[in-house]
């Protein structure tokens, strides 16, 4: 089937804007995943979801972002007031979780914050 | 806390050279170890894992053997291709299957024709 999707590809935004971005995991993949890759940090963990268990929200940098997933599938990472260095690829990932270690990577937002 | 140290890029080698790119990680108990690669203008997927000790994960060439005595989970391939080019990072994840995946910062390697 197909894999992880996330939209926008791109998004471009003003500085103190509230910004949505959007995953579609693996459908049947009860795990999902939001990393972020910047210049400066690498690629960090922000947040997972795992079936109906409370989320692991441990790797979010302040109270500006936040992440729900709705009816187990379909997750919105939503950064409010965005700064210039929430500027980063915003990667979403999904495993079937069970005893598969594989997380399945979708392309990214990029998020630019002017 | 658990943490991935990777050989600082970039790293430049002629076709058919012997590739090695270093990985040590910080863990407590038993992490499981993975290799992902980017390449150009597509997304991150996984090259290949081990989850014990002494385990060798093997794929298009590239093998990595998950040695506890030197926390290290070097990355190797006997012969580059072109093709190689790319974003290699090592990363770990502890505990279940179901965990987050901890990533070194990326070595970027190009491969000369």
């Known amino acids: 089937g197909a894999g992880v999707s996330q939209s926008p590809s791109n998004k471009v935004t003003e500085k103190g804007k509230d910004v949505e971005l959007r995953c579609d995991p693996i459908?049947?993949?009860?795990?999902l995943y939001w990393y972020r890759q910047s210049l400066g940090q690498g690629l960090e963990f922000l947040i997972y979801f795992q079936g109906n268990s409370a989320p692991d929200k441990s790797g979010l940098p302040s109270d500006r972002f936040s992440a729900e997933r709705t009816g187990g599938s379909v997750s919105t990472l939503t950064i409010q007031r965005t700064q210039q260095e929430d500027s980063a690829v915003y990667l979403c990932?999904?495993?079937?979780?069970?005893?598969?270690?594989?997380?399945?990577f979708g392309p990214g937002t990029r998020l630019t914050v002017t | 806390g658990n943490s991935v140290t990777q050989m600082e890029g970039p790293v430049t080698l002629s076709e058919e050279a012997f590739l090695t790119i270093n990985c040590t990680y910080t863990a407590t108990g038993y992490p499981s170890l993975f290799w992902y690669v980017q390449y150009p203008g597509e997304g991150l997927q996984l090259l290949l894992k081990a989850t014990k000790a002494d385990d060798k994960g093997s794929n298009k060439g590239f093998e990595a053997t998950y040695r506890k005595e030197t926390t290290s989970f070097h990355l190797e391939k006997g012969s580059v291709q072109v093709s190689d080019s790319a974003v290699y990072f090592c990363a770990l994840s502890k505990g279940s299957s179901a965990s987050k995946i901890i990533f070194g910062s990326g070595t970027r390697l190009s491969i000369r024709p």
């Open positions: 459908s049947g993949h009860t795990a």
């Open positions: 990932a999904s495993s079937s979780g069970g005893s598969s270690y594989e997380q399945y």
